[in-house]
Each structure stands twice: as C-alpha cells, then as structure tokens.
C-alpha cells in the first residue's frame, strides 16, 4: 500500500466525516485508534501518517466502518485502505498484562472515537522498536511517560507485556535516547474537534 499522508488535520477532517457517513447509514460504531495517528490527535505533532490503525469496531462492525472510510477516501483521492485493521495482527496490543486506557475523543449518537493512553502507545512502540521509524515517537513518549532510566523503561515494558523483555534494538534505542540531553515533555497539540 502506497498510503496518503495525512498530517492531523487531515485526520480530523476523515474522522469527522467518517462519523457523518456512519451517522447517516444509523450506524453505531466503537472505534479505537492507536499509533501515529493516536499520537497526533492527543500527545504531540509528529507530521504525517499513513494511516489510521484501529482496532477491531465494537459495537458495530469492521464492515460498516470500512465502507464509510472507502466513501471518506474516494471524495479525498486518498489511499482506500486509510483507515487500517491490520494493526490487530502485528502482536503488538498488550493482552496479557496492564490493561490499555482509552481516553474518549468523541462520543454522540452512539459513535464512540478514543485513543489509546501514552502509556500504552509507548509499550507498542517499544514493541515495534523500528528504527528511525519509531525513535523520535520512543523519545517524546519517554518524555510524556516520565521515563528517564532504562531499568524503568524495562519495567514499565514489562507491565504491558508480562515475560518479555525488551528486546535489544529497543534496548539500544532507549538507551541511546536516555544517554542523550532530557527530552522536554512535548506540547499538547491542541483539542480534537470532531
């Protein structure tokens, strides 16, 4: 897949109309995202994305969710696909250990939007620990999480993900990261107005 790249007001923009497609069709819809859309929306500016990973829609259904995002993408001539599923089978959502918090960034009409914590965020980017993909995200997740050790790093890691460890790219990369000047903790990006 190509992708779009979507920068957040981009973003903003599909998931508005996403909820006017499926408030049109009277569907109801629990939508969860997580990455770097996630991290646009709520923690910090982090330029573009590809895509919108989400998790499996409940209620509702992957189906509806999915033609309402195919209609958003025709009228924007953006990549069908921009609203991506495929994140729930990458082993990267914590199941086994702390449990993700959502925060809630919209809610009417039985269509519900949240992004996952910053917590949680950072966990699957450890997780996914792609170099220069992930690292500026790693860093200012750090910085948001109040993490400045890698012992800290390891057992917050941990938490998420109870008998793994980092594994040691994350390793190197958190550790080249906490080696480094203190990240300031990034500025919000502002409200999401959807």
Known sequence: MSGTALDRGDII???RELVAELRDAGEVAGIRLVGGAALALRYFDRGTTQDLDVLHVHPGSDESVAAAAGRVAWR???DAHWLNFEVTNADAIPTL??????????DQGGIV???ASKEAMLAMKLRANRPGRDTRDIRLLLAL????TIADAEQFYEEFYPG??????AEMIVTAILSGEPTPVPPSPGPVEI
């Open 13 to 15: 923009i599909g998931l």
């Open 113 to 115: 939007i949240e992004v």
């Open 97 to 106: 250990g702390r449990a993700i918090e959502w925060e809630t960034i919209y």
């Open 76 to 78: 924007h001539g953006w």
């Open 145 to 148: 999480c109040n993490i400045s």
């Open 164 to 169: 793994d460890l980092l594994v040691p790219r």
